[in-house]
């Protein structure tokens, strides 16, 4: 078993609001790891956004043969959603700013990352992989966003650049896991009380985690914690809840549990979102939480939903406010094809 990083000579040129060429990413390993860091060249001071470019792409997509998708980021810079769930998942920042945030940059820079198994830590993680080298087939998919990341701050240009880490001389396992998983934007376009607006939970795989992210409606979202109020996730084909919570202890569970005070490299537009201009103290990141699934049911896998069908789970939101959008990801993982095991 030989452990390698490679990086792919292919690179993307950004272009506002685009369809970026594929990328052919490796196939002659098992994939624990995908990252993309982009690059861009900004103009404006970098104060006046909250999130400036975490928000860098629209959809970020890993395609394999027949179109099957491991990694299915689809909606309105959901990019914002990674860059989140990386920050809890490693601890990091994930931006590296080039100079002070007060005074005009040009060249920062975000990185994504995609790590499909369990445990974050380990670049080589085999709880779940990508089987590359029995596809035919396997690209990285982006679509940018608009130019604008801040009422202040514009992409001009940018490039985004390509890395993985893979498993070599491993023939694919019979029934190791592999990633999938799709996104939900829900409009709330009216109020619910008591967890009544009910959301179809996607069965036919395991489910590790929900990914939860709540934006106001202006033209670049900012998070916020002031519309979606609880959330209640229902079992399948019961009248009970396995998760009946406020969003404020959703927010605050979510980041006790992965170790995550606030967000890292906020501007000083951001100053109400984290509290340090007025009271000095990093607080929770607003508009985000994880429901970990892992908790409750399997240690790495999450809960098994392979025998069930959509809508035997519902996931119930309060909603205080006629207004925002609510993003899921839901994280899920599936056993590997039959007709993989053994290339």
């Known amino acids: ?42 103009t404006g001071a970098g104060v006046s956004g909250q999130d400036l470019i975490f928000g860098g792409a629209q959809n970020l997509k890993i ?39 007060a005074a005009a940059f040009t060249t920062p820079s975000v ?8 445990n974050p830590k380990d670049p080589f993680d085999m709880s779940a992989v990508i089987p590359a080298r029995a596809l035919s087939t396997l690209q990285a998919l982006i ?8 009422a202040g701050d514009t992409i001009t240009a940018g490039t985004y650049y390509y890395e993985i880490n893979e498993v070599l001389d491993v023939p694919v396992p019979a029934g190791i896991m592999t990633p999938t998983g799709s996104t939900l934007m829900k409009d709330l ?7 009544s607006l009910e959301i179809d ?31 209640k996730l229902k079992l399948p084909r019961t009248a009970s809840a396995q998760i009946e919570s406020n969003w404020d202890d ?20 951001a100053a109400a979102d984290v509290g340090a201009a007025t009271f000095g103290f990093a607080a929770f990141m607003k508009g985000f939480a994880i429901i ?32 925002g959008n609510v993003y899921i990801y839901w994280d899920q993982l599936m056993p590997v094809e039959s007709h993989y095991a053994g290339k």
């Open 143 to 150: 679509t940018t966003s608009v130019a604008a990341i801040s």
């Open 250 to 269: 959703l927010v605050a569970e979510s980041a006790i549990r992965y170790g995550v005070a606030c967000t890292p490299a906020q501007t000083a537009g």
């Open 111 to 118: 990185t994504w990352v995609f790590h499909p198994g369990s």
């Open 292 to 323: 970990d699934l892992r908790k409750y049911f399997h240690p790495i896998y999450g809960c098994n939903l392979t025998e069930y069908q959509s809508g035997d789970i519902k996931l119930g939101l309060t909603v205080g406010t006629a207004t």
């Open 189 to 195: 376009t009216a109020t619910y009380s008591d967890y």
């Open 63 to 101: 395609q394999g043969d027949g179109g099957h998708t491991y990694l299915g980021l689809s909606g309105e810079e959901m990019s914002r959603i990674l860059s989140y769930l990386n920050i809890y998942e490693f601890g990091a920042p994930m931006i590296n700013l080039q100079g002070t945030v």
């Open 1 to 42: 078993m030989e452990k390698i990083t490679k990086r792919i000579v292919t690179t993307s040129t950004w272009s506002a609001s685009a369809d970026l060429t594929p990328v052919d990413l490796p196939r002659e390993g098992l994939i624990t790891e995908v990252r993309v860091r982009f690059k861009p060249t900004l």
């Open 201 to 231: 939970v996607p069965a036919g795989a395991w489910l590790r985690r929900i990914i939860l992210l709540q934006e106001d409606d202006t033209a670049v979202p900012l998070r916020t914690d002031s519309y979606m109020t609880g959330v």
